[in-house]
């Protein structure tokens, strides 16, 4: 793969439209209505999603029309194959397509991908392939070879683009060749691959999304070359499971298939978990500076269990310790203030980021909404006060 070659990873997928990956998995969807719609299909509405899909894919189904229907996942987190085929005979006539993100979205390689595609096909729907983990396919894989239809490439994470304040604005969608027809088309700028006359219409109208982003990709490729951008794939599934491997002692790892994984990004898709994705970005030693940190927080946790410390007033709910409260001349809590402030070795006071204040209860505000706005009355009306006057 020639690293200025941006999307030869995607070589058998040959049209793009550049979008917003929201906005991306929306036209992708809808060419997949109106490709089915243009064979006489427009019963097809039904869009499978597993439990291990981006979070997006659900809302964007809606959006397009279909009617989702959840498909479990086994105990390593892969596409539950059984529930999946009951699912597919149960809705055979008005199957439309599947979403799978890969990796998924609990972090794992679904082993039977290429079978997962060949079953909705044989079926009559389409697969869209969710792009959210591409930073662990690029050089090493290719969707267009798993079997699935569409999908888009984020440049967030993936491509040296910030992953953060809602993504970076745009990114291609990529489409094998009986779905480009029917591609979103544009009023003003005018799409090479797109038939006008079976174009699905206009879904943005910046076409090529925040297009100032596309010469950081450009250089981050053309700079990393083909061996780099491999390689960089590489370390972002090491260090998802070297992570895991110093922290299983500690910590249940929920899911990780059966030959290891790529983290998803440090999220709560699951209730009581914690995702992490430390992609390629960093080294060991900021690796080994998390999981010191997480281990740390397990063993605060172990203390408690052990009565080591009251179940109160201790380390861990207290966190975090604002300088205020470590300088106050008043310290009443059963574990020393050095211990507070610096639990760690590479805690050290010239590079200790001090929080401005101590813990809050989000999740009580979060769950108890009050409204400061003052009533209307409280405000003095200028013009009320000079009728009064005069």
């Not at 998995?25 to 019963?43: Q, V």
């Amino acid at each position: 793969m020639s690293g200025c070659k941006i999307f030869s990873i995607l070589q058998p997928i040959i049209a793009f439209f550049l979008l917003l990956f929201t906005q991306g998995e929306y036209a992708g969807l809808a060419a997949i209505k109106a490709y089915l719609n243009s064979r006489g299909e427009r019963g097809r509405s039904v869009c499978l999603i597993p439990r291990s899909a981006h979070g997006t894919n659900p809302a964007s189904a809606q959006m397009a029309g279909m009617k989702v229907q959840a498909v479990e996942v086994d105990k390593d987190g892969n596409i539950d194959l059984a529930h999946l085929k009951a699912l597919v005979d149960k809705h055979k006539a008005s199957l439309a397509a599947m979403m799978i993100t890969y990796p998924s979205t609990f972090g794992v390689f679904e082993e039977q991908i290429r079978d997962v595609c060949d079953l909705i096909h044989q079926n009559g729907g389409q697969v869209y392939l969710d792009g959210a983990n591409m930073n662990a396919q690029v050089g090493l894989c290719r969707p267009g070879d798993y079997g699935s239809d569409v999908s888009h490439l984020n440049l967030h994470k993936t491509f040296c683009i910030p992953h953060g304040g809602g993504g970076p604005g745009m990114g291609p969608i990529g489409v094998k060749s009986h779905l480009a027809p029917f591609l979103p088309s544009h009023p003003v700028v005018a799409m090479a691959s797109v038939n006008s006359s079976s174009s699905l219409g206009t879904i943005s109208a910046a076409p090529w999304g925040s297009s100032a982003i596309l010469p950081i990709s450009w250089a981050y490729i053309k700079m990393m070359g083909s061996k780099g951008l491999r390689h960089a794939t590489e370390v972002a599934i090491l260090n998802a499971n070297y992570m895991a491997k110093r922290l299983e002692n500690s910590y249940k790892i929920l899911f990780r298939g059966s030959n290891g994984f790529h983290a998803p990004t440090m999220s709560w898709p699951v209730a009581g978990t914690l995702m992490i994705e430390p992609t390629e970005s960093e080294d060991k030693a900021e690796l080994d500076r998390f999981c010191d940190a997480l281990l740390g927080i397990r063993q605060e946790i172990a203390d408690i269990e052990e009565g080591r410390m009251d179940t109160r007033i201790n380390p861990l709910k207290m966190a975090p310790h604002s300088l205020a409260c470590i300088s106050s001349s008043n310290w009443d809590r059963p574990y020393s203030r050095e211990f507070a402030a610096f639990p760690l070795p590479f805690i050290r006071p010239e590079t200790k980021f001090w929080p401005s204040i101590s813990r809050i209860d989000d999740i009580y505000g979060d769950q108890n909404l009050m409204c400061t706005c003052p009533p209307m009355e409280a405000y003095d009306s200028p013009y009320e006060e000079k009728r009064a006057s005069s």
